[in-house]
């Protein structure tokens, strides 16, 4: 079965770190970009961070820089998102893609949920208390 797992959503106060994991099964990240998405309710999903397998290229939400990190395993089925010094308006349902991206398109498009119509995972909850 040929999915996208992602996990490590919870409660934390403002200030704290959690870390996000998006597993595959089924295949390996080889070749493709992976990217967090997030939603809030009654809000669009917005990107937060890419990684690119193929070139280990990372992209960043501006609210992110700096707090966040994007991360790959050695043998490319996790991706990790750490999440550091977290705030209140972090808080979301944390969704994983990814898709074959050409690399030279990356930079442009990674944010764009329309992109990614191959794999999504499902969402975890991450909730930060002020």
């Known amino acids: 079965d040929v999915q996208l797992q992602a996990s490590g959503g919870g409660l934390v106060q403002a200030g704290g770190s959690l870390r996000l994991s998006c597993e595959a099964s089924?295949?390996?990240?080889?070749?493709?970009?992976i990217t967090w998405f997030r939603q809030a309710p009654g809000r669009r999903h917005e990107g937060v961070s890419c990684?690119?397998?193929?070139?280990?290229?990372?992209f960043y939400a501006d609210s992110v820089k700096g707090r966040f990190t994007i991360s790959i395993d050695s043998a490319k089925r996790t991706v990790f998102l750490q999440m550091n010094s977290l705030k209140s308006e972090d808080t979301a349902v944390y969704y994983c893609?990814?898709?074959?991206?050409?690399?030279?398109?990356?930079?442009?498009?990674?944010?764009?949920?329309?992109?990614?119509?191959?794999?999504w995972g499902q969402g975890t909850q991450v909730t930060v208390s002020s």
């Open positions: 893609a990814a898709e074959r991206i050409p690399p030279t398109l990356v930079q442009a498009t990674w944010s764009e949920p329309r992109v990614y119509t191959n794999y």
């Open positions: 990684l690119s397998s193929t070139d280990g290229s990372t």
């Open positions: 089924g295949f390996t990240f080889d070749h493709y970009t």
